[in-house]
């Protein structure tokens, strides 16, 4: 019974994490939209590759990411550099620079695309500062015992199974919503929706220098 609660537990968190606005619920959409379901996924599979990287992270380093979380100076120092990626991350997203690559198509440049958009998946995420510190409450969470409830082995893995769950299913549906919406969409729309897109990681990107430069 306490397993079940585990399980519950992670997918209302993991809920919680898939209904978050930020860079990565628009991107998960544009994918689907730009692409199609079956090239989108794979900037949603480079999301949960570093997922995994992070649960594994801050399950098992947790005293000493407790640590480190709760001098400000350690992540303060994280923003600049995730800063600068995500404004080039947006800088390259524009439409005005990705033209001539669109005119090349084969095989060979599907496959990289895939590839591509896997990458960028996981280092978008990666580089999210705000995931360091879910995935360090989702451990939080699991390991400080409450209620006379303590987790074991069984308990973690159902718990962590609850969040990936909620997590995959609804990213699922953000990139197969995008690619069934993309039949009605005119070649404008495409383009304000990359623009649009774009904007919103250079956004994030300076949001992240100027509350650097602020402390």
Known sequence: ?????????????????????????????????EFGFRKGKYFAI?????????????????????KWIKN????HQIKPFAGIILIIIGIFSLPFLKLKARENSSKSKWN?????????????????PNALLIWFGAAAILLQPKAGIESNNQSSILYYFGIQMMIISTDILKVYFGAKIKHVL????????????AMIFLLFGIYLLVSYNSN
């Open 1 to 33: 019974m306490n397993e079940m609660l585990f399980l519950a537990k992670g997918m209302m968190f993991g809920l919680g994490i898939s209904l978050m606005l930020g860079p990565l619920f628009f991107f998960m959409i544009q994918s689907g939209i």
């Open 46 to 66: 480079g999301t949960w590759i570093s997922d995994l990287c992070f649960i594994l992270t801050t399950y098992f380093a947790f005293s000493y990411i407790e």
């Open 112 to 128: 990289f695309l895939n590839s591509n958009l896997l990458l960028k998946g996981f280092v978008i995420n990666t580089l999210n």
């Open 186 to 197: 005119t070649s404008n729309h495409m383009f304000y929706i990359r623009i649009i897109s």
């Open 72 to 75: 400000e100076d350690s992540l």
